[in-house]
């Protein structure tokens, strides 16, 4: 258990839909970041925020936006989705040691 | 462009047998080569990474050979078991910025068999 939560577990919903996903990160950790995990993409890194600022954004199409809250939860909303929008999320998080990342149990998200 | 190249895309390994798994990256300002565990239904597990000013780190059975010249690192299992049955990534950060974010290759599914 990496001390990383995220929910809902699992989530199906149609196109053109908008939903949310949550995580949580390791106590103490200030850095949040989401990743996209496709059969045909692989892992790629969406956006990372570090105490509550956007720090860096990777392949995040303009449908997904993400947040972090003052309790350090980040949220990413995913909005008018596609049949293409269908993968796992991942978030991690990570410390004072920035290169050491530690992903959640990840959100399947299917869009019908 | 894929910055980080992995191979093979799967394996099977006899159980005491060593598994190997090569990765090739591009960007010379990676400074960061961590290798990610993952189970089926689970997140992406940190089992090891090293920094290239260091050629080999070694923990328990696993190892990551790293050279610099050709940009090139490896993960070897020594041992393989079992319970080793995993899709394994390997990935490259750059801190230049002050921040680090993960690039990851296609990863390998490794089947020991017993």
């Known amino acids: 258990d990496s001390g990383v939560t995220q929910t809902p577990k699992h989530l199906i919903t149609a196109t053109g839909q908008r939903v949310t996903l949550r995580c949580s990160p390791r106590?103490?950790?200030?850095?949040v970041y989401w990743y996209q995990q496709s059969l045909d993409q692989g892992l790629q890194f969406l956006i990372q925020?570090?105490?509550?600022?956007?720090?860096a954004k990777g392949n995040i199409l303009e449908r997904f936006s993400a947040q972090q809250f003052p309790d350090l939860h980040s949220e990413l909303n995913l909005s008018s989705l596609e049949l293409g929008d269908s993968a796992l999320y991942f978030c991690?998080?990570?410390?004072?040691?920035?290169?050491?990342?530690?992903f959640g149990p990840g959100t399947r998200l299917t869009v019908t | 462009q894929q910055q980080v190249k992995q191979s093979p895309q799967s394996l099977i390994v006899q159980k005491g047998g060593i598994s190997i798994i090569n990765c090739a990256y591009e960007?010379?300002?990676?400074?960061?080569f961590p290798w990610y565990q993952q189970f089926p239904g689970k997140g992406p597990a940190l089992l090891i990474a090293i920094r290239p000013d260091v050629s080999e780190k070694k923990e328990g059975r696993f190892t990551i050979s790293f050279n610099k010249s050709a940009k090139q690192f490896s993960l070897h299992i020594m041992d393989s078991q079992p319970g080793d049955s995993a899709t394994y990534f390997c990935?490259?950060?750059?801190?230049?910025?002050?921040?680090?974010?993960?690039?990851f290759g296609k990863g390998t599914m490794l089947l020991v068999s017993p």
């Open positions: 990935a490259a950060s750059s801190t230049g910025s002050g921040y680090s974010t993960l690039t």
């Open positions: 106590s103490g950790d200030l850095s």
């Open positions: 960007n010379t300002a990676f400074d960061y």
């Open positions: 991690a998080s990570s410390g004072t040691d920035i290169y050491e990342q530690y």
């Open positions: 925020y570090y105490n509550g600022e956007e720090r």
